[in-house]
């Protein structure tokens, strides 16, 4: 009955679709495999694990994915610096073992035990005892250290009660344990993940701090570079940004993706299976999907329209 109410001209927009998502590969505290079970518990249908600049928890998720039957495809999160800001770069749909790819990651890794040292001595100094041995008793990989490994020895410590408070006070620009750091370029990262067959998606646009005119800026050169997407329904954003940022993705002609961000129970400010549709003036990222094609034949929703769509992209 449910397709009856449900606005079965766009049936893509209903599905429960989360494309961004961090396992401790990464900075998350679930295991891959218990990410995608989360997910899965919650009701999503298409799910994508991406983590920051790394794809060693992709076969692990899939694997998972597969056992329950739920869509997934293989993503990662690459941190790019622009105009003296980190932006971050969802990759979707990419080809984790493309060597391009990996190399690419593999670099942009690689300075971040050197920050995070540096970060450490700074902490210190601020009054956080051990900060750097504390972040590590956090770590899932130790390639892959990030300021929320900090973050929560600062909560252990007893500072600070939350993330959003440690990031205040100690980790955000300009404050005592900041440590600027050069990431991938803008054109890089989107290159890598086109040359792993995958699409290029903003992430978080109202996280960054840029006005109007930067934004503008931005998404400029995201889709001169081969920007596919940006994030339009986050975790990171607020009600309001999602209809900001959807006439953002029509004015840029940006396909739109949605996905919580999750980390870790209790600690992300959304958990999978809770934010709204995709409003419906954008494009769903996952609309010539053949992942989300499947889901549709099976809700038994008409897919004669979606292959309508399709054909007439290609
Ligand atoms: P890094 O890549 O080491 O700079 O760490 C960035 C990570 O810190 C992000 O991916 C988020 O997980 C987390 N983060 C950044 N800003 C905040 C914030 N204001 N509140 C909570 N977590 C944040
Ligand atoms: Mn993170
Ligand atoms: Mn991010
Ligand atoms: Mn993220």
Request: net charge negative; charged share 25%.
């Amino acid at each position: 009955m449910r397709g009856l109410f449900s606005r079965p001209e766009r049936p893509w927009h209903q599905l429960e679709v989360d494309l961004h998502s961090h396992s401790r590969v990464s900075d998350g505290t679930l295991a891959p495999a218990a990410v995608v079970a989360r997910a899965h518990a919650a009701g999503v249908r298409l799910h994508a694990l991406t983590d920051h600049d790394e794809t060693g928890g992709i076969a692990e998720a899939a694997a998972e994915a597969g056992r329950l039957g739920m869509a997934f495809v293989a993503g990662v999160e690459i941190s790019v610096s622009w105009a003296g800001e980190t932006i971050h770069v969802v990759g979707l749909r990419i080809s984790a073992e493309d060597p391009a790819l990996g190399t690419g990651l593999a670099r942009t890794r690689a300075g971040r035990d050197e920050r995070a040292r540096e970060i450490g001595r700074q902490l210190e100094r601020a009054g956080v005892p051990r900060a750097y041995e504390g972040a590590l008793r956090h770590v899932g990989n130790p390639a892959l250290i990030s300021r929320m490994h900090f973050a929560r020895h600062i909560i252990d410590t007893g500072l600070c009660a939350n993330t959003g408070e440690v990031f205040s006070r100690y980790l955000s620009a300009g404050r005592p344990g900041y440590v600027a750091h050069r990431w991938a370029e803008l054109d890089e990262a989107v290159g890598w993940i086109r040359a792993a067959g995958g699409v290029a998606v903003l992430a978080h646009p109202g996280r960054y701090r840029l006005d109007e005119g930067g934004l503008w800026a931005l998404m400029t050169e995201f889709r001169d570079v081969g920007g596919t997407a940006i994030e339009v329904v986050s975790g990171s954003h607020r009600p309001d940004q999602y209809r900001r940022f959807a006439d953002f993705a029509r004015e840029f002609g940006f396909l739109a993706s949605r996905g919580t961000d999750f980390h870790s129970p209790g600690e992300s400010r959304v958990d999978f299976g809770v934010l709204p549709p995709l409003p419906d003036s954008v494009e769903p990222v996952w609309r010539d999907w053949p992942e989300a094609a499947g889901l549709l034949a099976d809700s038994g929703a008409p897919a004669a329209g979606h292959a309508g769509l399709a054909r007439s992209r290609a």
